[in-house]
């Protein structure tokens, strides 16, 4: 990430800290304390709406093919684990690269 401010001007990481205590995509620069969001493009907003159609997908999906076995709800957990941290991976990375502006 880039600090929007043009007298500090610093890049810094996202990290896994930052990414989950900031779920509005609202942080404050190390730096100088200015405070910046990412300018998300209409395309993320799509990005988002693929996940939950996804979701829909892989509930209906696993509940036809494994719907009789007896540890269906433990499986299924496993299920959305795996995938929750897929899609976390892929929206960390993406986020970090959008552009930022002040707040």
């Not at 500090?8 to 896994?16: G, S």
């Not at 300018?39 to 696993?62: D, E, K, N, V």
């Amino acid at each position: 990430m880039k600090c929007p401010n043009t007298d500090c001007d610093i890049d810094f990481e996202l990290t896994w800290s930052r990414y989950f205590n900031n779920p509005l995509s609202r942080f404050n620069c190390p730096e100088c304390s200015a405070k910046f969001k990412f300018q998300r493009p209409f395309t993320y907003y799509l990005w988002i709406i693929a996940i939950c159609f996804g979701y829909l997908m892989l509930y209906s999906i696993t509940q036809t093919f494994c719907g009789e076995i007896s540890n269906f709800k433990l499986l299924y957990l496993m299920v959305t684990i795996l995938y929750l941290a897929i899609i976390f991976s892929i929206d960390r990375n993406i986020e970090s690269k959008y552009p930022t502006k002040l707040l």
